[in-house]
């Protein structure tokens, strides 16, 4: 039995469904990266966005790009941060915020931003911006994969032992060697 193109009882269509809640994930762990008082969760609520701004990726059509935000900002920056807070004492936040003393000038920047981003939405043709975007990362991962591997290799070499390295000497003991 095949999926029919659009949910049955609502009438729309199956991308238009994933993507909203591909966006509600995104925007609600970005809201909890915000609000969390434990520094762990924040972090791993920072991951679960990126992850859903990465299914986002996918469904509009740039896997390449869904790949990266996976290996860059999930893979390397997330974990990073996390073993810096880990390794770090203190992994719960000060008693009183800073944004929390900002709040009107926050709200008031938030509602501007908002109206930004629907007269952006609104006046975007996303079928020419979806078909750029696909030749553009085409593009970016032929010269990735033929021109710059073993650059790129040699990077992650380095990035992986710089973390080792950090892990070492944030764990060395007092009083042991030098």
């Not at 992994?91 to 952006?120: H, N, S």
Request: with cysteine; proline share 4%; hydrophobic share 65%.
């Amino acid at each position: 039995m095949a999926i029919p193109d659009t949910v049955p009882i609502l009438g729309i269509s199956w991308d238009d469904v994933l993507f909203a809640a591909l966006a509600g994930i995104m925007l609600g762990s970005a809201l909890l990266v915000v609000l969390l008082r434990d520094i762990i969760r924040c972090g791993l609520a920072m991951m679960a966005s990126f992850a859903a701004l990465a299914g986002i990726y996918v469904l509009i059509g740039a896997p390449l790009v869904a790949a990266a935000q996976v290996l860059v900002y999930i893979g390397a920056i997330s974990v990073l941060i996390l073993f810096a807070i880990m390794l770090t004492q203190t992994k719960a936040g000060p008693a009183r915020l800073v944004f929390q003393t900002q709040a009107v000038p926050a709200a008031i920047a938030a509602v501007i931003l908002a109206i930004m981003i629907t007269i952006t939405v609104t006046a975007t043709d996303w079928g020419a911006v979806a078909t750029r975007l696909r030749s553009a990362t085409d593009a970016v991962a032929r010269m990735l994969f033929d021109s710059y591997v073993l650059p790129f290799e040699a990077v992650s070499v380095l990035l992986l032992a710089a973390v080792i390295g950090g892990i070492f000497i944030a764990k060395r003991e007092e009083g042991g060697p030098q």
